[in-house]
């Protein structure tokens, strides 16, 4: 299995300040044939199911405010957001969907300071 | 746009059988002849656990760590597809999910939708 680990566990930051989380996985999830990253990140809020804001590490969901970016390839990912507004509190998660069983990092938790 | 409701028992005892249902609804992309459909189960100690999806065209893939015990089904008249785990224990409490993935340069992606989920005890 691809283990995916985040760091770090909880993130406090200011609003308007910069936020970033980190996704390592155990093995590289980059497929050369399509030159592609098999890399998600998630926000959860509570109650509600994971909502996906990148796909294939930096693509932005449909609907995801410009302040979400991805970056990263082969084995190490970040998800940035740029200025964090309240809206954005919730859980991150990232997930490798390059080889079953697909994995999800353990979640970071971010707030506001 | 795609809506998955999850149905089921919100108890199940020990030993027995977790049965649930996603019914799949909408337009676009809808349709569970198209495309991928997983469960997934999400639970305070082991976090999000992808439990297996049923494709397409029926072909299932299922989490190694659970397979002995899972079996991925579907209805296409019904346009439903479900799961029963068999044997639970209180290791299988969780909130389950099921989730459609998405099929991009001739493989499976990411989860783009999700239902709302359902909680499930065993007790």
């Known amino acids: 299995d691809i283990v995916m680990t985040q760091s770090p566990d909880s993130l406090a930051v200011s609003l308007g300040e910069r936020a970033t989380i980190t996704c390592k996985s155990s093995?590289?999830?980059?497929?050369?044939?399509?030159?592609?990253?098999?890399l998600a990140w998630y926000q959860q809020k509570p109650g509600q199911p994971p909502k996906v804001v990148i796909y294939?590490?930096?693509t932005r969901e449909s609907g995801v405010p410009d302040r979400f970016s991805g970056s990263g390839s082969g084995t190490d990912f970040t998800l940035t957001i740029s200025s964090l507004q309240a809206e954005d509190v919730a859980v991150y998660f990232c997930?490798?969907?390059?080889?079953?069983?697909?994995?999800f990092g353990q979640g970071t938790k971010l707030e506001i300071k | 746009q795609v809506q998955l409701q999850e149905s089921g028992p919100g108890l199940v005892k020990p030993s027995e059988t977790l049965s649930l249902t996603c019914t799949v609804s909408?337009?676009?992309?809808?349709?569970?002849?198209?495309?991928?459909w997983s469960w997934v189960r999400q639970s305070p100690g082991k976090g999000l656990e992808w439990i297996g999806y049923?494709?397409?065209?029926?072909?299932?893939t299922y989490n190694p760590s659970l397979k002995s015990r899972v079996t991925i089904s579907r209805d296409t008249s019904k346009n439903q597809f479900s799961l029963k785990l068999r044997s639970v224990t209180a290791a299988d409490t969780a909130v389950y999910y099921c989730?459609?993935?998405?099929?991009?340069?001739?493989?499976?992606?990411?989860?783009?939708?999700w239902g709302k989920g359902t909680a499930v005890f065993v007790s």
């Open positions: 049923i494709s397409y065209s029926g072909t299932t």
């Open positions: 989730a459609r993935q998405g099929l991009g340069f001739g493989v499976v992606t990411n989860m783009d939708a």
């Open positions: 909408g337009d676009s992309g809808g349709s569970i002849s198209s495309t991928y």
């Open positions: 294939w590490a930096s």
């Open positions: 093995q590289s999830v980059f497929l050369s044939s399509n030159n592609r990253n098999f």
């Open positions: 997930h490798q969907y390059y080889s079953t069983p697909f994995t």
